[in-house]
C-alpha cells in the first residue's frame, strides 16, 4: 500500500514563499510521476504540477507558471512544491498524488494514489 504525506503548510502573507514536501512509502517511487494538485473551498480540485519519473519534464498550470517549482528526490522518495509570490487565490488545500505510469500527466482522472492534503492560506 502506498501512503503519502504531505507538509509545509501554513498562513503566510502574500508575496511569501512557502515549501510544501510530499514523502511517500514504498520501494518503486521513482517509477511513477508525481503531481501537485489544490482544491479550494467550493471549487473542484485542479491541477497544480507535475514531474517525470526522474524529474526530467514538468508541467505547471497557467496560474502557478513562473511561481511554482516541482522537484524531486527518489534517494529520498520525497516531491516537493516551491511556492514564490503567493497570492490570496493560492489559498486551498494541497494534495499530493502518485501517477499511474511513469508518464507525466495533469489529468487528476490519471493520479492513483493521493494523500490527506496540507493547507495553505495567503493572507491579503
Known amino acids: 500500500q502506498v501512503q503519502l504525506v504531505e507538509s509545509g503548510g501554513g498562513l503566510v502573507q502574500a508575496g511569501d514563499s512557502l515549501r510544501l514536501s510530499c514523502a511517500a512509502s514504498?520501494?518503486?517511487?521513482?517509477?511513477?510521476?508525481m503531481g501537485w494538485f489544490r482544491q479550494a473551498p467550493g471549487k473542484e480540485r485542479e491541477f497544480v504540477a507535475a514531474?517525470?519519473?526522474?524529474?526530467?519534464?514538468?508541467a505547471y498550470a497557467d496560474s502557478v507558471k513562473g511561481r511554482f517549482a516541482i522537484s524531486r528526490d527518489n534517494a529520498k522518495n520525497t516531491v516537493f512544491l516551491q511556492m514564490n509570490s503567493l497570492k490570496p487565490e493560492d489559498t486551498a488545500v494541497y494534495y499530493c498524488?502518485?501517477?499511474?505510469?511513469?508518464?507525466?500527466?495533469?489529468?487528476?482522472?490519471?493520479?492513483?494514489?493521493w494523500g490527506q492534503g496540507t493547507q495553505v492560506t495567503v493572507s491579503s
Open positions: 514504498g520501494r518503486t517511487f521513482s517509477n511513477y510521476a
Open positions: 498524488a502518485r501517477a499511474r505510469s511513469v508518464t507525466l500527466t495533469i489529468m487528476i482522472a490519471s493520479y492513483d494514489y
Open positions: 514531474i517525470s519519473w526522474n524529474g526530467g519534464r514538468s
